[in-house]
């Protein structure tokens, strides 16, 4: 009987295997299939790791140009504010009044046409400004973003100090770029017609070591308050 049923289950056996061994030793193609995957996972590994990097590279980059923006930015600001003295080459320009005339004044002409006023001043600034200066002062005293020249018979009035001629302008910056914003300004053009006519007092000199002081004012607009 057991004889009996060994031999059906081997015909059973035989049967569902197609006649086939179930249990090949003919691995190769299976063997290669996994070795061949395991080559494209390595691939695709080393470029998701390489587009990463680039990823990184690019994000650092970023970051450390709008970080570089912002310093820039902020410097540029403290120096428009005066927060800082500071020192460095320039020019230095100066304005005087011209001397009285003797006897009655020339036809055509003032009193007034002989003193520097604030449209003078603020002519020289405006173009050293846009010359490029880093910062600038008068007679010492730094101007900054919330400064305003005025002038008050022949004084100027700035910062909440007066100051009388002659007024020493102060300009830090390229003296080259500086001088050729001067001369290319019409109102200068105007002041230094004057000049050679009545003699206002007109000089520029460059230098390599001008200093611009701290600003005496807040750099903040202060707030009124009730009182």
């Known amino acids: ?29 299976l063997i290669s299939l996994i070795h061949e995957q395991d080559r494209h996972s390595a691939q695709l590994a080393n470029e998701v790791a390489s587009i990463s990097a680039k990823l990184q590279e690019t994000l650092a980059s970023q970051v450390g140009d709008a970080i570089g923006a912002a310093t820039t930015e902020s410097a540029g600001l403290a120096r428009a ?3 800082s003295a500071l020192r460095g080459p320039g020019i230095q ?46 007679n010492g005293e730094r101007i900054t973003n919330i400064s305003a020249v005025r002038c008050a018979g022949n004084t100027l009035l700035l910062n909440g100090r007066v100051f009388s001629p002659p007024f020493k302008i102060s300009a830090l910056g390229s003296p080259t770029a500086l001088r050729k914003s001067i001369n290319s300004s ?16 007109w000089s520029v000199r460059d230098s390599s070591k001008l200093n611009a002081p701290k600003a005496s004012l807040p750099s903040q607009l202060l707030i009124a308050q009730r009182v």
Request: charged share 20%; net charge negative.
């Open 1 to 29: 009987m057991a004889f009996a049923l060994a031999g059906l289950l081997f015909v059973a056996s035989a049967r569902s295997s197609g006649g086939f061994d179930l249990r090949s030793g003919d691995h190769g193609d």
């Open 81 to 83: 504010a005066g927060d």
């Open 93 to 138: 320009v100066t304005l005087k009044d011209a001397p009285p005339p003797l006897g009655e004044v020339p036809n055509g002409l003032t009193l007034d046409d002989y003193v520097v006023h604030e449209q003078d001043v603020q002519a020289v600034v405006n173009a050293l400004w846009a010359g490029g200066a880093e910062a600038m002062s008068i």
């Open 186 to 201: 019409s109102a200068i053009k105007t002041y230094r017609q004057y000049s050679e006519a009545i003699g206002l007092g």
